[in-house]
């Protein structure tokens, strides 16, 4: 779907996330830059989130990880890319900013979601306003721990984060949603199948026009519906391109 987009509109505006989901995501995408020139020379990129504390310099940083993940491996120019700045001195001024950087571009044409262990797209954690936009978060204990790894243990995750908004994220034109592992089928069940609710922010995902949820087995193991969703993919035409 980001080939597409990005061959269909080689200045398209994309929207990107982090964490081990991605990783995946963006090796395929340098596979495709080297082998099939997939071109990155005109898109512009706005990342959901960074932590609060981290430069951009830091080897935690989300503005590190794309750079090792992606940007280094592709011929995107830097200046398109875009991140919070989590070191910054004026944080509200800087998700000021942010938001201010996203409606120059027009909006995000695809944005790319993970989801955490508490339903968060984005680092909106529980109870994150349904029209919130780019603001610092307090992360959750649950997010902490999931993301404890690359800090050597829970206590020495940072506690807050800049993030963009529920309702930011549900500005732009399309979304995908991916989801992998065991580990996410009771998040995802809740997200895809549960009521709306700001407890876990992709449930608002629902209420996007179009939006596409990518699943593993796996991850779609707890779903009620299933049966309905495969005949979806095996037999409506917008899946074609997928099969
Ligand atoms: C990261 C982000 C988060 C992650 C989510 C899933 O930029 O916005 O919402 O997408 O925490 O993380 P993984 O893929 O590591 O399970």
């Known amino acids: 779907m980001v080939a597409a987009e990005l061959r269909a509109n080689p200045s398209a505006v994309l929207g990107l996330a982090t964490g081990r989901t ?4 963006y090796k395929i995408l340098v596979k495709m830059h080297r082998e099939e020139k997939l071109d990155f020379s005109l898109c512009r990129t706005f990342n959901l989130d ?3 504390g981290l430069t951009p310099d830091d080897p935690r940083s989300y503005r590190h990880y794309m750079n090792e993940q992606l940007f280094k491996h592709v011929n995107i120019d830097p200046r ?3 991140l919070p700045n989590g070191a910054a001195k004026d944080l509200d001024a800087e998700c000021a900013e942010y938001e201010r950087k996203i409606k120059r571009c027009g909006a995000i044409d695809l944005q790319l979601l993970g989801i955490g262990k508490t339903g968060h797209i ?3 954690e529980p109870l994150s306003a349904l029209r919130s936009r780019t603001r610092v978060k307090a992360l ?3 997010t902490m721990e999931q993301n404890a790894a690359l800090f050597g243990g829970s206590r020495n995750v940072p506690h807050r984060a800049i993030t963009m908004g529920v309702g930011t ?3 732009c034109s399309r979304c995908v949603m991916l989801a992998t592992g065991a580990s996410k089928a009771d998040i995802i069940a809740k997200a ?3 009521p709306i609710t700001s407890m ?3 449930t608002a995902l629902q209420w996007h026009p179009r939006c596409t949820v990518a699943l593993d087995e796996a991850a779609a193991g707890k779903l009620q519906a299933t049966e309905y969703y495969r005949w979806i993919f095996a037999n409506e035409p917008e899946w074609e391109g997928y099969r």
């Open 22 to 25: 991605m990783e995946a995501v």
């Open 50 to 52: 960074e932590y609060v």
């Open 80 to 82: 398109n890319t875009h």
């Open 122 to 124: 984005g680092f909106n």
């Open 140 to 142: 959750s204990p649950v």
């Open 169 to 171: 994220i549900l500005e």
């Open 192 to 194: 895809v199948e549960g």
């Open 200 to 202: 876990i922010s992709a």
